[in-house]
């Protein structure tokens, strides 16, 4: 079993930048793919970022890239995601999530942490 925390969410105004953090405990994350989604009170949860179990390759949603940006280290078994020039329709709470190398599903998921953007 995977239990994920994120961290890092909190109020920040329209064109600021946030860096959430997602940790693991219970087993290592070193050969999980991880992702990050967040969703909107009224809306249905959304894609945001993913990254491999290597690192070596992301992918993003249209509506965040070129501002946002994951990254992990498996060394502390810790996955990133800063957000830059952060817009009110960021406000969500974002949560991470992790998917067995191979598969397609992410099964572990954390509780989320809000992030609020002002304007």
């Known amino acids: 079993q995977v239990q994920l925390i994120e961290s890092g969410g909190g109020l920040v105004q329209a064109g600021g930048s946030l860096r959430l953090s997602c940790s693991a405990s219970?087993?290592?994350?070193?050969?999980?793919?991880m992702g990050w989604f967040r969703q909107a009170p009224g809306k249905e949860r959304e894609f945001v970022a993913a990254?491999?179990?290597?690192?070596?390759?992301?992918n993003y949603a249209d509506s965040v890239k070129e501002r946002f940006t994951i990254s992990r280290d498996n060394a502390k078994d810790t996955v990133y995601l800063q957000m830059n020039s952060l817009e009110a329709e960021d406000t969500c709470v974002y949560y991470c999530?992790?998917?067995?190398?191979?598969?397609?599903?992410?099964?572990?998921w954390g509780q989320g942490t809000q992030v609020t953007v002002s304007s």
């Open positions: 219970g087993r290592t994350l070193s050969r999980y793919g």
């Open positions: 999530a992790a998917r067995s190398v191979g598969t397609s599903m992410y099964v572990y």
């Open positions: 990254i491999r179990w290597t690192g070596g390759s992301t």
